[in-house]
């Protein structure tokens, strides 16, 4: 046995190591004590040892840990890792050293997910929008014997980025780059007297002239823009005759332009690099874009802050500009415009990206230095991608409560603040997965729990037994919950009832389909609605009838008793099938999740946390009007309802191809129902350097999963072992 600590060979006799392993397997290993480590060594305290472990024994060494790389051989067996002073004395120390997944588990959980590289800045040409307001009211006045017209100039002051540059007078804006661009005028007019016209001009050349009317106008003009190009403006008067006894005809107009009205340069489209992120997927992509509903991004900024259109930002986006990634006419429009009747709003398209699961697992593989043996995540996983809700800002302004907005962004800031370890420890609890890590190799490989369970692979061990098998009773678990942890800030879930006490009568289409009356807390599944209609008391109409109850979803399956708990925070999203009020006659189906979200640049106050989802982008797909849009959703099928390829199951707990039924629930009954048993056995070399919690071993004509195995090795060997298995 040798413990080389740094370049520091340990003297360590004839001492032994008590090793601990359990299963990385969800629910495996319940009940039982341990780990995956080699207990203390007591190191004599020999000159070169406390220099090697920096003098730990010494009062003013305990500042910090004292940790440094070794290596353990035993028997034939390699260990290494970071062995740790757990006490010092001047006459020897106490060191721990863990091996197997607690070397790598230890780094995961030090290291946080938006610390690992992901690519670093994406460089995004400049901001899609500019935007002025004019500030005051602007009053004009014309008095004149004689009939002629004048031209006044009309100022804006800048309010939000400009993907070129205005004036200080605010009446000339130049272009920074060459793009197609539209540029919109909404002028409120107020004509007493006469009337006016806007005049437009490109480099001093007269472009177009528009009337105005005595009401809020909007002017649009397209135009080709090159870099220097200048757009100038000016209000020509439009006088009228007015008799007068002592001066003859006077020609004369008083008008004016009201505070709110705004000028606008739009970039047609965002930047190519985002529409590209929709039409690839990974792994020519490394992040999706794709719409996903939620009103409530600007939730918890001030109600009054950032006008838009002489409305407050946030009410704006959650009335009309509902969707982050709004996309239309085969593109995401840089901005967007709301009208009807009544009101008229542009606003800035809300730009989030959303890394692909896969991608993840890659970087933090590249970050520790690891390869992934059987990762699914390149393979059946590979179009998983996370939620977040964090908004690039593309499109407001710099402010004295804003910091100013950069023109690249990185996914760091679009994972949530979890450690590696918590990350790869969800991902497992919502696909059915475990992993193993072999420090040695640097391996990382991923299993289904499913697969081990229906595995016929095994070890026969037959020959190493030396004890008959006992039954541990107190280790067999009565019950399973699973749950999805549905985020506490989500208002998406406040439609999520329970169904506990409803009685689920069947399924209709259609409202129409429902009988006419039914007992009190019956219930029909609607599907047009995606919704349970339970028959009760309806405040609105005073009378007993179908009333909304519940909302599609299933948040939990629990069996049996003293209930052992699986639960996930990688919720997934629920759909909204919906008409999109931007565009006359689209219905489409999104994801939603309605939680606040964090805004680049925004002050702290303005900020909060969010929880992550899951969903799988599907690529492009038709809408109702059968024109392609960037779908993702947790199911399988398409706002058609057609059957989607490649997807291996609906991230769900319901029905027969949820990721539950296919991954969890053969598993999760087999646990509950297995029965576990303590054997002894005397370990061959071969078979502690090799054995996975994943591989079966048998004896007497029985197959068995190693829940824990512990027991000491020594200089010559090892000594007997204990297994706790479970039947299989």
């Not at 990634?325 to 959303?354: C, K, Q, R």
């Not at 048993?677 to 068995?704: C, E, H, M, T, W």
Request: proline residues 5%; contains cysteine.
């Amino acid at each position: 046995m040798k413990l080389k600590l740094d370049n520091y060979v340990c003297d360590l006799g004839d001492a032994s190591i008590s090793l601990v392993r359990t299963s990385p397997y969800p629910l495996m290993a319940n009940g039982l004590n341990g780990g995956n480590f080699v207990f203390n060594f007591s190191i004599p305290a020999t000159p070169e040892l406390k220099k090697t472990l920096l003098y730990a024994h010494k009062p003013h060494a305990f500042v910090q840990a004292v940790e440094v790389p070794y290596q353990l051989t035993v028997a034939g067996l390699q260990y290494s890792g970071t062995a740790q002073v757990a006490e010092a004395g001047r006459f020897a120390y106490e060191v721990f050293c863990p091996v197997e997944n607690g070397d790598f588990n230890a780094a995961a959980k030090a290291v946080k997910l938006n610390e690992i590289d992901l690519g670093g800045d994406i460089q995004l040409g400049d901001a899609a929008m500019a935007k002025a307001n004019l500030i005051a009211d602007l009053n004009l006045y014309h008095w004149e014997q004689m009939s002629f017209e004048r031209e006044e100039n009309l100022p804006f002051t800048n309010i939000l980025i400009n993907t070129g540059e205005l004036n200080a007078a605010g009446t000339i804006f130049t272009a920074q780059q060459a793009r197609e661009a539209t540029f919109v005028f909404f002028l409120d007019c107020n004509f007493r007297v006469g009337g006016a016209t806007l005049k437009l001009y490109k480099n001093d050349v007269f472009v177009e002239e528009f009337g105005l009317y005595n009401t809020r106008n909007r002017i649009t003009r397209d135009l080709s823009l090159a870099v220097g190009d200048q757009l100038s403006w000016q209000l020509k008067l439009v006088p009228d005759m007015i008799p007068d006894e002592y001066y003859g005809d006077i020609w004369s107009a008083d008008i004016r332009i009201r505070t709110g009205s705004t000028f606008d340069v739009v970039f047609m489209n965002m930047d190519p690099l985002i529409l590209g992120a929709a039409t690839q997927r990974y792994p020519d992509q490394n992040f999706a874009v794709f719409p996903v509903e939620n009103p409530f991004v600007f939730d918890k900024w001030p109600d009054d802050f950032y006008q838009v259109d002489n409305e407050s930002i946030k009410l704006v986006y959650e009335q009309y500009f509902k969707v982050m990634n709004y996309f239309v006419n085969g593109d995401f429009p840089a901005t967007m415009l709301f009208e009807n009747e009544e009101d008229s709003f542009m606003a800035g398209n809300i730009f989030v990206p959303f890394p692909y699961l896969a991608y993840l697992i890659k970087r933090i593989a590249y970050h520790f230095n690891y390869a992934i043996m059987d990762n699914p995540f390149e393979d059946e996983l590979k179009y998983a991608v996370m939620i977040n809700h964090y908004v690039e800002n593309r499109f407001l302004a710099n402010d004295a409560k804003m910091l100013a907005p950069s023109d690249s962004f990185n996914l760091q800031n679009h994972v949530p603040d979890w450690s590696v370890y918590e990350f790869l420890d969800q991902l497992c609890k919502l696909f059915g997965l475990g992993y193993e890590v072999n420090n040695e190799l640097q391996t990382i490989t991923f299993n289904y729990v499913d697969d081990i369970v229906k595995s016929e692979d095994y070890t026969d061990i037959s020959e190493m037994i030396v004890s008959d098998p006992v039954v541990l009773f107190e280790k067999k678990i009565k019950g399973y919950r699973y749950q999805f942890e549905v985020p506490d800030n989500d208002k998406q879930f406040d439609d999520v009832k329970s169904m506990e006490g409803i009685n689920v009568l069947g399924t209709v289409d259609t409202l129409g389909e429902l009988p006419s009356t039914g007992q009190l807390n019956d219930a029909y599944f609607v599907n047009f609605f995606d919704a349970y209609l339970v028959w009760g008391y309806n405040p609105d109409t005073y009378q007993f009838g179908w009333v909304f109850h519940s909302r599609h979803f299933v948040p939990e399956v629990t069996e049996g008793s003293d209930h052992q708990e699986v639960k996930t925070s990688l919720c997934p999203l629920l759909q909204r099938e919906k008409a999109d009020q931007l565009s006359s006659g689209r219905v489409w189906t999104i994801p939603a999740s309605y939680q606040p979200g964090r805004f680049e640049g925004a002050p702290d106050t303005f900020q909060t946390d969010w929880q992550p989802g899951v969903v799988w982008y599907h690529g492009l797909h038709n809408d109702g009007s059968f024109q392609p849009y960037p779908f993702a959703s947790a199911g399988m099928y398409d706002h058609n309802d057609k059957l989607i390829n490649g997807v291996p199951f609906a991230l769900a707990l319901d029905g027969e191809n949820s990721v539950f039924e296919i991954k969890w629930k053969d598993y999760l009954d087999w646990r509950m129902n297995s029965k576990p048993v303590r054997v002894k056995i005397q370990p061959s070399l071969d078979f502690l350097r090799s054995f996975s919690f994943a591989k079966k071993v048998r004896f007497n004509g029985s197959n068995y999963l190693i829940a824990e195995i512990r027991g000491n090795i020594r200089r010559n060997g090892p000594e007997v072992f204990e297994l706790t298995l479970l039947l299989c």
